[in-house]
């Protein structure tokens, strides 16, 4: 394969088999707002032509602070949208399948096959969609690269913000391994408005501040796909062993590794290993 000279900076770091390697990978992403952005931006500059994208939401002025290639017109257009005409404007060759609908809604029409992606992005708001996510990447053995953003808020107080990045599978470790999913969160996703009233009261937090959207800003999205990113091309081109969790702490200034082991006994990585020993039919 003749190399684009483009690339021929990246090819500096990881050879023309490493490029040719990125350019014939397919990747999706789940969650196109702040984070997700950022993705689809970077993982076109890296070469990728090969994107499935799956978003539900809306651009909004709120969203323009923070949502890489949108202007004020695009308001009310779907975020997979603008993020799929970045990518074309980067790439104009690639291969775009934009989903505007949920998660749920594009995995249960049976046209999102994951077990075709060399790597699933999630840059998801909630954790019963990164559950979904964690279960149907393990079951069909394809990796899955969590993103988040977080602001921590104290009685009116910032008093943390950064993120983190999930490299779940890529070695034995995941989410659920980790304990990064709001178990909590999780149970009410499942409940009905009257459970969910009683929770309420029981708690004592309104209901529409559990769920209302904390702030976000995009230098920090930025570093936490950039992490992503890195993490995924390390790896995929065999440059370095990834790592399974980082931490951005962006209120001090620095990027930490989880030392920590997973547990012996994981559903997920227990079926996504037993997922990538079957053999090809």
Request: aromatic share 6%.
């Amino acid at each position: 394969m003749t190399l684009d000279p483009r690339y021929s900076r990246s090819v500096g770091l990881f050879g023309a088999s490493g490029q040719n390697l990125l350019s014939s990978s397919r990747v999706a992403i789940v969650g196109l707002g702040g984070i997700g952005s950022h993705l689809g931006q970077q993982l076109a500059y890296l070469g990728i032509e090969s994107f499935s994208l799956i978003d539900h939401d809306l651009v909004t002025d709120s969203s323009l602070n923070r949502l890489v290639g949108a202007t004020a017109e695009d308001v009310g257009s779907p975020k997979v949208d603008i993020a799929k005409r970045t990518i074309e404007l980067i790439q104009p060759g690639a291969d775009v399948r934009a989903w505007a609908s949920s998660f749920s809604d594009a995995s249960g029409t049976g046209s999102l096959d994951l077990s075709s992606f060399d790597v699933v992005f999630g840059a998801v708001d909630t954790d019963p969609v990164r559950l979904d996510l964690l279960s149907e990447t393990s079951a069909c053995g394809t990796p899955y690269l969590d993103c988040a953003s977080d602001v921590l808020v104290e009685d009116g107080m910032v008093e943390a913000f950064g993120g983190r990045t999930a490299f779940n599978f890529v070695e034995r470790g995941c989410l659920a391994c980790f304990d990064l999913l709001d178990q909590r969160e999780l149970r009410r996703a499942t409940m009905t408005p009257e459970e969910l009233a009683t929770d309420d009261r029981l708690y004592g937090v309104p209901r529409s501040v559990l769920n209302a959207r904390g702030p976000s800003v995009i230098s920090v999205n930025g570093v936490i796909a950039s992490v992503g990113v890195t993490e995924f091309m390390v790896w995929h081109v065999g440059l370095r062993r990834p790592q399974r969790l980082l931490t951005y702490r962006a209120d001090v200034g620095g990027v930490r590794a989880s030392l920590d082991d997973p547990p012996e006994v994981c559903p997920y990585c227990d079926m996504y290993e037993a997922r990538r020993t079957i053999e090809p039919t």
